[in-house]
């Protein structure tokens, strides 16, 4: 078998998840213990239990953090090793052996995508609803960001069938100055206005106060009432959109979440969008940043593993800056959702080839 796993493959490959894991340990109790002194004087209060902090929160937060940076530690657990092997002259030897670097990036690969894998497995189906326990718990006890008003919401419920509010609060699940407009081959023929509408259960609403007006070519038809209960296809979470329900949501949610908005028209799930995209090009981020962080550190150098080390830092750090740049301009709508999640893989795609070029062979 050409590319049989030998003891050498195997030796790398421990090295580099046994570093991985060593990583996300070491930055996980760093990032803890100033999230805790952060968050101190919320957590003192009487009114959150130990039990929640502990399980709802941190147990969550954690597997949250490892996923969202896991581009980053993976970078420094292959600049981190591979610099104490080249550091030890053990690249040197391999390759004064026969062994091409081609063929040393094997054990690299396959730890990439052990790497790769578990990431996308937890990010697409696995810590979505441990995010949405972390979220809650936020909300309840740190900071509120969940949204539960807004103003001037416009959804398509079905095609040609439009509602409008002027103004809705999730607290009293209450809308207000509401209308429903029906067309047919871009012609009115139906105009429901109501001073308040109600949210029961699921697609199931009753309007207050409301005038129906029905238009057959010149004749018009109109009917009045104070109360009238109704199946729209519509939940107020459709329209009250929060930036972190994004993380809440599998991937196969997200899908189906993006495709239903776009049909409804509503214009602001950038967000979702680029949440989507992201979780697909984290899978190639692996791959490209264990190249480069290999070709870069695989050589012996005056700095030694310090010099190394910085440089791998320097990128890795380029790296989310560049991809938060991007995510911005998407959101702000400068930018497609699917472009910006890539760009940052396209462009370091670039300087990977360019540094596995130099690379020693």
Request: glycine share 4%; hydrophobic share 45%.
């Amino acid at each position: 078998m050409k590319f049989r796993l030998k003891r050498i493959d195997w030796y790398i490959i421990k090295q580099f998840l046994g570093t991985y894991i060593f990583a996300i340990i070491l930055i996980i109790a760093i990032s803890v213990v100033f999230d805790i002194n952060e968050k101190i004087d919320k957590f003192l209060n009487p009114d959150v239990p130990l039990k929640a902090i502990v399980f709802d929160y941190y147990m969550n937060f954690i597997p949250y953090f490892v996923n969202l940076f896991s581009p980053l530690f993976t970078f420094i657990a292959v600049i981190f090793f591979t610099s104490r092997l080249a550091d030890h002259c053990e690249v040197i030897a391999m390759l004064a052996s026969g062994m091409s670097f081609r063929r040393l990036m094997l054990p690299y690969a396959i730890s990439a995508g052990v790497i790769a894998l578990s990431t996308f497995i937890l990010n697409a189906f696995i810590i979505p609803p441990a995010n949405e326990t972390r979220i809650a718990f936020q909300n309840q006890y740190i900071k509120n960001k969940k949204v539960d008003y807004i103003r001037s919401a416009q959804i398509e419920i079905e095609p040609g069938v439009i509602a409008y509010f002027n103004r809705y609060d999730a607290n009293s699940s209450m809308g207000y100055q509401f209308s429903l407009e029906h067309f047919e081959d871009k012609k009115l023929i139906s105009r429901l206005t109501a001073n308040s509408i109600k949210y029961d259960t699921l697609y199931n609403w009753t309007i207050m106060d409301y005038m129906i007006r029905d238009f057959d070519e010149m004749r018009e038809t109109i009917t009045e009432g104070n109360r009238k209960d109704t199946t729209l296809t519509i939940v107020p979470s459709d329209f009250l959109i929060s930036n972190s329900d994004c993380e809440t949501m599998t991937s196969p949610e997200l899908s189906t979440y993006i495709d239903r908005q776009k049909r409804r028209g509503i214009g602001n799930i950038q967000i979702f969008e680029i949440e989507y995209h992201k979780r697909f090009a984290t899978i190639m981020a692996a791959f490209i940043l264990t190249s480069i962080g290999a070709s870069l550190s695989s050589r012996k150098i005056k700095g030694g593993m310090g010099m190394n080390i910085g440089i791998g830092l320097a990128l890795s750090f380029s790296y989310i800056l560049f991809t938060t740049v991007t995510s911005t301009f998407a959101i702000n709508g400068s930018l497609s959702p699917a472009l910006a999640a890539w760009i940052p893989n396209i462009l370091y795609t670039f300087i990977a080839i360019y540094l596995y070029q130099k690379a020693p062979r």
